[in-house]
């Protein structure tokens, strides 16, 4: 079974620096996908970024990238220039690839970190 | 942002009664879960439809029952709750049109059991 490790219960960073989020997983699986959402005080979750893991290239939106290390299992993410809009629950997660929807689309989730950007 | 939508968004109810979810989307996207979100446990899936009249269990399916009579529409019940399914609920979506399998998730919905 896959599990999804998210060793920082919690993190601040300063306005406009940079901040780290680390996530490991545990997986026999050589084709799967890898996530990071956001889940804001509204407590929707928003999805973040997206990597494939055949693609060596590591996902970049805007402000968020990831560092992908498919040998170590690790899937962190970088915030750069945090903002206020930022502080929430970030929550990594991770799903096999192959038969879309049923069990192999199912999403397993860490039990997330939770963000807070100080002014 | 996905059209999705669920209702009611919060509720309170007593311990033995029967409670449904509901989760409705305008995407026409074929995939439907259901998620409950606990402290310190992350999302955890209960239910899946990959169709309609096509579903099937999740990791935490025990307590819990769904339908989906339609492409819009997927439900989710409570036959008799108890206080342990106190939780938020989380519908999502997804589709292999959008690319590889990325779900979207409605707003939640909270639920109280007394």
């Known amino acids: 079974a896959q599990t999804v490790t998210q060793s920082q219960p919690e993190m601040s960073v300063q306005e406009a620096e940079t901040v780290t989020l680390s996530c490991t997983y545990d997986?026999?699986?050589?084709?799967?996908?890898l996530f990071w959402y956001k889940q804001p005080p509204s407590r929707q979750m928003i999805l973040v970024i997206r990597?494939?893991?055949?693609?060596?290239q590591n996902a970049t939106e805007n402000r968020f990238s990831v560092n992908f290390q498919k040998a170590a299992k690790s899937f962190s993410l970088k915030i750069s220039d945090s903002q206020l809009g930022d502080t929430a629950m970030y929550f990594c997660?991770?799903?096999?690839?192959?038969?879309?929807?049923?069990?192999?689309?199912?999403?397993?989730f860490g039990k997330g970190t939770k963000l807070s950007v100080k002014p | 942002d996905a059209g999705i939508t669920q209702s009611p968004r919060h509720k309170v109810t007593e311990t033995g009664t029967p409670v449904t979810l509901r989760c409705h989307q305008t995407e026409n996207h074929r995939y439907m879960y259901w998620y409950r979100q606990d402290p310190g446990h992350g999302l955890r899936l209960i239910h899946y439809s990959y169709g309609v009249k096509d579903t099937d269990k999740g990791e935490v399916s025990d307590g819990y029952s769904v339908s989906r009579s339609k492409t819009e529409d997927f439900l989710l019940t409570l036959e008799s709750a108890t206080s342990s399914q106190t939780s938020v609920y989380f519908c999502?979506?997804?589709?292999?049109?959008?690319?590889?399998?990325?779900?979207?998730f409605g707003p939640g919905t909270r639920l109280t059991v007394l």
């Open positions: 999502a979506i997804s589709d292999l049109a959008g690319g590889p399998d990325t779900q979207y």
């Open positions: 997986t026999s699986e050589n084709n799967y996908y």
């Open positions: 990597q494939e893991a055949y693609k060596q």
């Open positions: 997660a991770f799903m096999k690839h192959g038969n879309y929807g049923g069990s192999q689309g199912n999403l397993i």
